[in-house]
């Protein structure tokens, strides 16, 4: 076997380790990074294709797959199962060459220590091109097939948005855009423009967000002027919409902070002698958090802790400006994060809307009375939306949720929901909330 060869097999063996690690229960930003390591520079962004596109597609690939085999893969095959979804993706979804992709997806099971699975897969694989008029007449009415989603959720999506769920759905299926926004302390978005023409790159200002700028297609942050100096992060539109809510303040609290995008926005936007404060309750996290302000040149007080117990935390000096982006479900970013499709489920939904409660009502007592909370998530479900910002405003008569007439998306009953794909963005919902 050659050498262009044995890199062709391993990078397809490498991706189904990394799709049988997430259906196992890993993150793809933890299972990729190893994997990515062990194939040659040249194959790393291929194996980010066949990972990434797997698992975007991975129920409609399943369903397929399912209906292929005569008989279940056993639990122990995981990663054989995952090799047959990658190569279903390639003849789907990619310009490979069918015949290189069965060629490649039968040496695999080699690399994977399954030879005796090369005569299945070569079996299958090519009945999947045969048969494919037949296949897809016989899963049109399978909910996972026709959404590519779980199906618990496509049906969530439908009942909270019965008109616009299919639209959701396929831009959760599409690739996301690569979209920056400038450091305003530092430079302007015209200026940056200008940088960018000059490195060859091609870009757009954002249409809602003063600081946002999309490229033309996704770029290695290193390519990016002057990123290491600070001029400019990677932010999406919708999560760029939150700072300006919030500012100016001067005494400010970020909860939940990590990565440290919008932390980073909020100092970008506060007056000078401002005082943030940034909690996370991961270490590993909060240092993510130090190096995106190293890297901007801004300082918080960063602190590993529970923002939902302030008491072992707060000094008890009210703040006059709160961003709560509580963890969720992340419904509102699958195109970005497309093993949450994997990783998420039905239960989990009431179990965040619960702690999402909790941060709410505790981070309430440390506002300010005149101030103002920002209640934000990337979930698109009204469970961990509306229904979580009600809980307070039934048990609180000082908290008032204001108009967002500013935030593009539909309004709801508290705040506003930008759905996934409005102006090619990510899915985000706000409601700001001012204590009377």
């Given at each position: ?53 797997t698992l975007r597609w991975y129920p409609r690939l399943t369903a397929i797959l399912d209906r292929l085999l005569a008989r279940p893969l056993k639990s122990r095959d995981g990663d054989l199962r995952a090799l047959l979804a990658t190569a279903l993706y390639q003849l ?94 530092r430079t302007d978005r015209a200026a940056y423009l200008e940088l960018l023409a000059a490195a060859g790159i091609e870009a757009r200002p954002a249409t809602h967000s003063a600081a946002g700028i999309l490229l033309g297609s996704p770029r290695a942050v290193a390519e ?132 999402q409660r909790r941060l709410l009502l505790a981070l309430w007592e440390l506002l300010a009375p005149g101030g103002l909370l920002l209640y934000a998530t990337c979930s698109v479900l009204c469970a961990e939306n509306d229904a979580v910002v009600a809980t307070l405003t ?43």
């Amino acid at each position: 076997m050659t050498t262009e060869a044995t890199e062709a097999t391993e990078v397809r063996a490498a991706a189904a380790r990394v799709v049988a690690a997430v259906a196992g229960g890993e993150s793809l930003d933890a299972a990729l990074p190893r994997e990515a390591a062990r194939v040659v520079a040249r194959d790393r962004a291929l194996l980010a294709e066949l990972c990434y596109g797997t698992l975007r597609w991975y129920p409609r690939l399943t369903a397929i797959l399912d209906r292929l085999l005569a008989r279940p893969l056993k639990s122990r095959d995981g990663d054989l199962r995952a090799l047959l979804a990658t190569a279903l993706y390639q003849l789907e979804h990619t310009r490979i060459p069918p015949h290189a992709v069965v060629h490649e997806t039968v040496a695999a099971c080699r690399a994977l220590a399954k030879p005796w699975a090369t005569g299945l897969v070569n079996a299958l694989l090519r009945n999947a091109q045969r048969r494919r008029p037949q296949l897809d007449a016989a899963l049109a009415e399978d909910l996972a097939y026709r959404s590519a989603h779980p199906p618990w959720l496509a049906r969530l999506l439908a009942a909270d948005w019965p008109r616009e769920a299919e639209a959701v759905m396929v831009a959760n299926n599409a690739r996301a855009p690569m979209t920056l926004r400038i450091n305003q302390r530092r430079t302007d978005r015209a200026a940056y423009l200008e940088l960018l023409a000059a490195a060859g790159i091609e870009a757009r200002p954002a249409t809602h967000s003063a600081a946002g700028i999309l490229l033309g297609s996704p770029r290695a942050v290193a390519e990016l002027p002057g990123f290491a100096a600070g001029l400019v992060s990677v932010q999406d539109e919708a999560a760029q919409l939150c700072a300006p809510l919030l500012a100016p303040g001067q005494r400010l609290l970020d909860a939940c902070c990590a990565p440290g995008g919008k932390t980073g926005h909020l100092l970008e936007l506060a007056p000078d002698g401002a005082e943030l404060v940034a909690i996370d309750n991961s270490r590993q996290r909060l240092a993510l958090v130090a190096d995106n302000l190293d890297r901007l040149g801004l300082q918080a007080r960063l602190l590993d802790a529970d923002a939902g117990a302030p008491e072992t935390w707060w000094d008890g000096t009210p703040f006059d400006r709160i961003l709560l982006d509580a963890p969720c479900s992340a419904t509102g970013v699958l195109r970005r994060h497309p093993d949450i499709k994997l990783l998420r489920r039905a239960g989990d939904i009431a179990k965040l809307a619960a702690a999402q409660r909790r941060l709410l009502l505790a981070l309430w007592e440390l506002l300010a009375p005149g101030g103002l909370l920002l209640y934000a998530t990337c979930s698109v479900l009204c469970a961990e939306n509306d229904a979580v910002v009600a809980t307070l405003t039934a048990a609180r008569a000082d908290a008032r949720p204001l108009p967002l007439p500013g935030i593009p998306g539909a309004a709801t009953a508290a705040g506003r929901q930008w759905l996934p794909g409005t102006d090619d963005n990510d899915g985000f919902y706000y409601a700001l909330l001012e204590k009377r």
